[in-house]
């Protein structure tokens, strides 16, 4: 059985062939639900790692190798070219961003397709063709898709995928008798899909054993006897899975910080029981996308040793159970019905698999995050439509199963589209999130910024005290609000409370971004000895720390000394060009060494859009070094 077979047993629901064409409908739905999405805004962890990435804003640097070693330590090098890419096509236009996002989820749905459709053909389904066209919709516009696609800095999510993707899609083919002297090649193409995908995101790790599972359990008796025998599949995918056993002991050994590993507090035992109540809700939401936010907020140990955990546990282990049985149980059987129960104890097998890498052993601060659900839940669809289709094959008229599909495509493409409208602006998400959670301080630390960022610093200062007062027993959020609150109230003049709140943060945990606040705010009350120190201390620690050079930059200028200030904010400007504090002082610099033309034009490179705290001073600059029109 081939993808092209035009011949259906009658009763199927797939009276005639689908064109391949038709896969521009999903496409298109696609495209259109996320198009308001371009001109979004950057949202929650875009800004430390697109905004003030300097590492993403010299293309030139990725050249080097000394530059990959260290891009190799954050474990995503790939991902953050992808960023630089966009960088130096449209410097920090967030559509820029947001289009190669679209972009490359709708590549994805093209290779979900390609590779459905060749698991139906392995599997001996009646039609696949149209099978494949329906899943590849529902893994195209399900809302559940959101995250993966509208969330920039989750493009590792999608872009991983792709890879894993195609690299699955080679494999797949060498394992082809018939692909003779080319296997090497496509075994060749598995493996490099298999490094990009690593180079992208640790999730990519599964690809192996995802090769090994469906080449197991998903082709029909007729097609195995077409395949190479286990002993050739076998050296290539025990050399993937050394490789993989590698980059995962490498990948342990990099996990620093509170949000892995050691770092969140739990044991691999106690994530594990926490994952048997998470996983139902990734198949609660699949099944209908109610209730989606950006941050879950759950409480760990509110989820340990409950009935509900271990009731949650068994009927999980009953369905991987059952899932490889009915997988097994029909391996010598050809035809539709076969077909079906194969693919369909695959895909929910699928779907736990590829989920393992975050939901099994390996803490991970958040607990539920719906951007990993993007590429398992194909195994989910897959299913969920092989499942339809012998349904309707048995009880429905033949033109009702593409009358359902597109349907549920327009049904689904309606409420992508509705759900998207979170990520188009700050306020939008925060406030979505702390609506659907109001005790969840980090929803309400976020809606603060947002707010402070729009200038309204009332409404600000309320809602991080709303989220301070929620946050006990959670030291790193109620730092990072006591920080920001800090920053915001010495935008607004209150030095004393701006000062209290940080030190306050930094007692909670360290950070650099408030200790070079907590410095600039020393400026501000007069005791340069005292911020020196502090800020000398910090570039010790980290020579091209922009905030940390910017304020010992104003410190020179307040002192009169020009030429230095002038040095140290070239430094944070080599590294961030887009640091707008760093250019705004440097117009001062400039202006004490008589430069005042080139005080106007650093004045002028900055961005139009400036947060509420900045724009003034900007504003007063221009005014007082007599720049004319702007």
């Known amino acids: 059985m081939t993808a092209t077979d035009d011949i259906a047993p009658p009763g199927t629901g797939w009276r005639s062939p689908s064109p391949r064409w038709w896969l521009l409908v999903p496409l298109a739905l696609a495209a259109l639900a996320s198009w308001r999405v371009l001109p979004g805004e950057f949202q929650f962890d875009d800004a430390e790692f697109i905004v003030e990435n300097g590492a993403i804003k010299a293309l030139s640097a990725f050249l080097s190798p000394a530059h990959w070693q260290e891009a190799l330590r954050s474990g995503r090098p790939l991902l953050e070219l992808s960023f630089a890419l966009d960088y130096a096509r449209g410097g920090l236009e967030p559509w820029n961003f947001h289009l190669t996002n679209l972009l490359i989820h709708l590549a994805a749905v093209v290779l979900a397709w390609r590779l459905s459709l060749r698991l139906l053909a392995l599997a001996g389904a009646a039609r696949p063709e149209g099978q494949a066209l329906v899943a590849a919709g529902l893994f195209a516009l399900h809302p559940l898709q959101s995250e993966a696609v509208s969330y920039l800095w989750q493009r590792g999510e999608s872009l991983a995928a792709l890879f894993l993707l195609a690299g699955l899609l080679c494999l797949l083919r060498s394992d082809e008798a018939a692909a003779g002297r080319a296997r090497p090649a496509w075994l060749l193409g598995g493996g490099l899909a298999f490094l990009l995908g690593l180079a992208t995101k640790a999730t990519a790790v599964t690809l192996p ?13 007729t097609a195995r006897a077409a395949l190479v025998p286990w002993r050739r599949r076998l050296g290539p995918a025990l050399a993937l899975l050394a490789l993989a056993a590698l980059f995962a002991v490498a990948a342990l050994r990099g996990l620093e910080g509170p949000d892995a590993g050691a770092g969140t507090g739990l044991s691999p035992l106690a994530y594990l029981q926490a994952q048997l109540r998470v996983i139902p809700i990734y198949l609660r939401l699949l ?48 035809g539709p019905g076969g077909a079906a129960a194969r693919l369909a104890g695959a895909g929910l097998l699928w779907f736990l698999l590829l989920l393992a890498p975050t939901s099994s052993l390996l803490p991970i601060a958040d607990l539920l995050v719906e951007h990993r659900v993007y590429l398992p839940s194909l195994g989910i669809f897959l299913a969920a439509t092989l499942a339809a289709e012998r349904a309707l094959s048995r009880w429905a008229p033949p033109r009702l199963a593409p009358a359902l599909a597109a349907g549920t495509w327009l049904l689904l493409a309606g409420l992508l589209h509705a759900r998207n409208a979170v990520w188009e602006t700050r306020r939008a998400l925060w406030t979505d999130a702390a609506a ?11 809606l603060a910024m947002a707010a402070s960022l729009e200038g309204s610093g009332d409404e600000a200062v309320a809602a991080w005290r709303r989220g301070l007062e929620r946050s006990a027993g959670e030291p790193s959020t109620g730092s990072r609000i006591l920080g920001n609150l800090g920053i915001h109230l010495a935008q607004r003049g209150a030095l004393e409370e701006a000062e209290r709140s940080l030190r306050a943060s930094l007692e909670l945990q360290p950070r650099p971004a408030f200790e070079d606040a907590l410095a600039a705010v020393l ?4 005791r340069l000895d005292e911020a020196e120190a502090r800020l000398l201390d910090q570039l010790r620690r980290q020579p091209d720390r922009g905030g940390a050079l910017t304020s010992l930059a104003k410190l020179h200028l307040l002192r009169g000394e020009a030429a230095p200030a002038l040095a140290l904010l070239q430094r944070a400007l080599a590294a961030d060009p887009d640091l707008a504090p760093a250019r705004y002082l440097s117009a001062w610099a400039l202006e004490g060494l008589g430069r005042r033309a080139e005080g106007c034009a650093a004045l002028a490179g900055l961005p139009r859009r400036l947060d509420a705290g900045l724009a003034p001073q900007v504003a ?11």
Do not use: F, K, M
Request: charged share 10%; proline share 8%.
């Open 436 to 446: 659907r959670q109001p005790g969840n301080p980090r929803a309400w630390a976020n």
């Open 620 to 630: 007063e600059a221009w005014s007082a070094l007599g720049c004319g029109a702007r």
């Open 523 to 526: 400026i501000a009350r007069g």
């Open 209 to 221: 054993l995802a090769w090994l599972l469906l080449a197991w359990l998903v082709p029909s008796p």
């Open 287 to 334: 099944a209908w996308p109610s209730g989606q936010s950006v941050d879950w907020h759950l409480a760990p140990y509110a989820l340990l040793v409950q009935p509900a955990t271990a009731l949650s546990g068994a009927l999980l282990l009953l369905g991987a159970a059952g899932a490889l049985r009915l997988a097994l149980s029909a391996r010598r059987q050809d």
